[in-house]
């Protein structure tokens, strides 16, 4: 990293040309795994029409997809003082939403330890944890924001794997059975 002394006397730091390229690439990366993560998002919100409550998860749905869309659109809007509200707004009404969904799930779990994969509100708190990771990654991690290209790396690498990790997920149970989940792996 070079340094140079501005008319004031200051010192700045300025990045180095692989440095500049690192962080250029990261932002492509990073908007082009948030096109992702927002065609998921409204590809969740699609399915949740043959819910029995379409009404409560297609707009749980829509908002991150609308919120990863955005950062596509223009990777800066994190810093938008709209877009943080509305995503801190989603990640509590998320949290409370997963405790509420949590228990539910004890009731299942009375008798035996089961999969809760195999019941709704289990596919729904999956659903819940991925939207609050993805929101909480997009509010913290900003390629333009990192100081050193590990640092770049090591977060793009791990945007990608967790950003993929949703499809792997539907993937598998869609290989399991073709209607409503199934059993989603039976245990």
Known sequence: MLRKTTKSGVMEKIMGPSSKHKHKHATLIW???????????????????NDPDPYLWVPFYCIPACLCASIVWKPDVVENKYWRVLSSLHIAISCFSSIVLILQLVHYFREEIINPLRFEEGREMLGVIIAICWIVICRFCNPKKSDGSQQIGA?????????????????????????????????
């Open 155 to 187: 977060m793009m690498t791990m945007v990608v794997i967790i950003g993929f990790l949703p499809f792997a997920i539907w993937i598998a149970s869609c290989l399991d059975s073709y209607h409503h989940c199934g059993n989603m792996w039976a245990s």
């Open 31 to 49: 908007r082009a795994i948030n096109g992702v993560m927002s065609f998921f998002f409204f590809l969740c919100s699609i399915v949740q029409f």
